[in-house]
């Protein structure tokens, strides 16, 4: 085992520890965390598709009357920069809730929080500042849960929280994966991304184990291309390989969701009908009956 991997281990046993000891203590924090739908979505793949499932996704929940908070936990910041904030120049970012235990002040929480094109979706922005987060707080106990008690404060807020995730597995992840109840993986049908899943799985197992718990995940194959043999064969292949796991759909390529992220707008805004939407649309479905059923 990496020494990497011992680490982020010892890092979420802490944060178990401590949601055991928040429950003992009676107050209500964990299970108000519970009460939101919270989904990260991730892979450590660059480039599958996570940061347009997560505005496509965010923008279909909020054309369903729900109240939406999109989290950039991806020091990149590419969905700071969708909605047109600079992840160089924000004052304020996930980053500056890891210090002076911030997250525990609410006003503090909502202040981080900015607008985008829909009055029912918020951001919760990136600073390329993340960056250096695995540095500072490097085996400080308690800083895998951070985001959990950050939405903690903001429970009666929002009926859905999106995590765009790093492709990085470091204390980013290891947050997310803490703070959800529930596990998207979009992956590129194309050969070269079967590695990549395989390495997210893996990191999912691990993580799971250690802090003893089972997190429910679909994998959701991505840029599809039904007249390219490397997507029909790709996906054969996710078939095979993960055949309880898979999304029985697959988003296919869709230049408007491409356009949209140019345009800084929700691709249900700019082609409610166009096929990218409407197979998102579709994964919602499942996405929710999924969480209904839990
Ligand atoms: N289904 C799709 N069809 C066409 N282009 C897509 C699709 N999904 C994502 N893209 C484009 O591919 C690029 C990478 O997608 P992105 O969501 O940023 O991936 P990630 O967040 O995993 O790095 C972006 O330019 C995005 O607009
Ligand atoms: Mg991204």
């Not at 997560?54 to 990149?76: F, I, M, S």
């Not at 996930?94 to 911030?102: A, T």
């Not at 691990?206 to 996906?235: E, K, Y």
Request: charged letters at 20%; a neutral charge.
């Amino acid at each position: 085992m990496s020494l990497l991997v011992r680490f982020l281990l010892t890092l979420i046993g802490f944060a178990a520890e401590e949601e055991t000891a928040t429950k003992d203590c009676g107050t209500l924090m964990v299970f108000k965390v519970i009460a939101v739908r919270i989904w990260s979505i991730a892979n450590q793949k660059g480039g599958v598709g996570k940061t347009t499932s997560v505005v496509t996704l965010g923008g279909l929940l909020a054309e369903q009357g729900q109240r939406v908070l999109l989290v950039d936990l991806d020091p990149h910041g590419s969905l700071t920069s969708y909605f047109k904030q600079d992840p160089d120049r924000l004052e304020r970012s996930l980053y500056h809730l890891f210090f002076e235990q911030r997250y525990k002040d609410k006003a503090f929480v909502q202040s981080v929080i900015k607008p985008t094109s829909l009055t029912s979706v918020h951001l919760l922005p990136a600073t390329t500042s993340l960056a250096t987060l695995e540095r500072q707080v490097s085996g400080q106990e308690g800083m895998g849960l951070v985001l959990a008690r950050s939405l903690a404060q903001l429970w009666d807020d929002y009926d859905y929280v999106l995590l765009d995730t790093p492709p990085i597995l470091g204390v980013l992840l290891v947050n997310a994966l803490a703070a959800c109840r529930r596990l998207v993986i979009p992956t590129q049908t194309e050969h070269l991304a079967l590695k990549g899943l395989e390495r997210m799985v893996h990191t999912l197992r691990m993580v799971m184990r250690s802090q003893n718990r089972q997190l429910p995940f679909m994998i959701v194959p991505t840029l599809f291309d039904r007249r390219t043999t490397a997507s029909l064969t790709t996906l054969k292949e996710m078939r095979q390989l993960y055949p309880e796991s898979l999304w029985k759909e697959a988003i296919p390529v869709d230049t408007r969701l491409r356009d949209a992220s140019h345009e800084g707008v929700f691709p249900h805004q700019l082609d409610a009908q166009g096929r990218g939407v409407r197979a998102y649309r579709h994964l919602l479905v499942e996405l929710e009956q999924a969480d209904d059923a839990a």
